[in-house]
């Protein structure tokens, strides 16, 4: 039943202006006494939109960019009535991220992130139990494998059953994303759940397609709309299509915690939700609170979606940039062929042996620029930064975008060049300015894990196939689809056996 039904037309358009109307009185208060007069520079807001009629939702970051070169490192911005603080280039993310780790390392209330999440979890949430969640999930991913060879052991077993999967095409066009999806998710879901599922597992192709939907829509112009007047979510049904997304992903990890709790054994923890259970348990004596239950979920739902959208992505842009650029496609087999020899599959300390590799891994990361606004910051306390005062609780955007094609730290930014990280001799040298997992507190927990899948799928997917575009495909688009997470356009490969 729509809300026009509830309501007779003339009654809905007139709680809707005097809705409207009560938004731009508080506007204008806030603009003539508020904290917004001693915020950093910015273009100036309209009452009501802010600067909407100057960003582009569906390319915010690439906005902020253009902004950024008009107002500086650390500007203002009104998305609608909410205030926000960007901050732009390597040295003043660095600067906040870094070397004012804790003042900026708060999460501000973001309608559509706050619903999804309850504000639990690892990703959302904030103050002390975000400390002692976070402190408690990078443990017992040490403890299940991360770091260690028995996590490189299932990458690689992984990514053999994925060679055998790309084998079954015989050389055929296919799409990548549900592939590479269900192959990293394995990764995620042995530590997780203790198991992996097949790709045609129904159950989880549900779950990681119900996550690929909410990433692309949190991203979107209607969403970012939501996000500055909630009061419109009847009018914007991809909020409403999150919400569901959410809900459908917590009843099935629901169905997991009860399985699991029946053949829980303190003595035998095998999983990351056995550990989280007994955890729970033990904090509250047995007694189940509903409270801990959406942290619980909150808390799961992160590491899935976190361990499958990021390097799934990324392994997309690789290959799909490693056919846009066959020459350094070629590059890198040599090298692998080189340091593996025949037939044998590459491991993490063949790492420091192919420089060349590595550089261009590094390079799919900072070109691809999959999470372009880094998730969003807030202050924690009232700072002085760089001559400006941001008071505690604003929003903060740490542009990445800024960072990883910051004019002043790369040679080419605006181009695919896996010379960013080799020195003259063709070593591999890092780059500070290379922070596509964020910096700081809020880094992502999992990189160690990601870096290690993105080394072995890549090199040994590489190591066995050729990818080039399908038969008749001579333009291969490399701007991103929309989302909150920039994945490639749909697009076919051809993976031809070497």
Known sequence: MSAFSICPIDDTLGLLALTLLLVLLVSLARRKGGVGDKLPPGPSPLPL???????????????????????????????????????????????????????????????????????RGIIFSDGKQWQDTRRFVISKLRDFGM???????????????????????????????????????????????????????ELFISLTTLVDEATRLAGTAPIHLYNSYPFLGFLIPGHRKIMENRDKMHAIFNDFFKAAKETLSEN?????????????????????????????LATIADLFGGGTETTSTTLCWGLLL??????????????????????????????????????????????ANIAPLNLPHSTTVDVHFRGYFIPKGMYVIPLLTSVLFDKTQWKKPNEFDPAHFLDAEGRFVKNKAFMPFSAGRR?????????????????????????????????????????????????RVSAVLR
């Open 268 to 296: 035998s923890i095998q999983s990351f939700s056995e550990a989280l259970i007994m955890k729970y348990q033990q904090e509250s004596r047995g007694q189940d609170s509903e409270f801990e239950k959406r942290d619980m």
């Open 147 to 201: 770091g260690k060879k028995s996590i490189e052991d299932k990458i690689t077993e992984e990514v053999n059953l994925l060679v055998n999967i790309l084998e079954s095409y015989k050389g055929q066009p296919f799409e990548t994303a549900q592939i590479m999806r269900s192959a990293v998710s394995n990764i995620i879901c042995s530590i997780i759940f203790g198991q992996r599922f097949d790709y045609e597992d």
């Open 49 to 119: 939109i802010g600067n909407l009629h100057q960003l582009d939702l569906k390319r915010l970051h690439w906005s902020l960019m253009q902004l950024s070169e008009k107002y500086g490192s650390v500007f203002s911005v009104a998305i609608g009535p909410q205030k926000a603080v960007v901050l732009a280039g390597y040295d003043t993310v660095k600067d906040a991220l870094v070397d004012h780790a804790d003042q900026f390392a708060g999460r501000p209330h973001i309608p559509t992130f706050d619903e999804y999440s309850f504000r």
């Open 322 to 367: 490693m056919m846009k650029y066959p020459e350094i496609q070629k590059k890198v087999q040599e090298e692998i062929d080189q340091v593996t020899g025949a037939g044998r599959c590459p491991r993490i300390e063949d790492r420091k042996h192919m420089p060349y590799t590595d550089a261009v891994i590094h390079e799919i990361q900072r070109f």
């Open 443 to 491: 880094v992502c927990a999992g990189e160690a894990l990601a870096k290690a899948e993105l080394f072995l799928f890549f090199t040994t997917l590489l190591q066995r196939f050729q990818f080039q575009a399908p038969p008749g495909v001579t333009n291969l688009d490399l701007s991103p689809d929309v989302g909150v997470i920039l994945n490639p356009k749909p697009h």
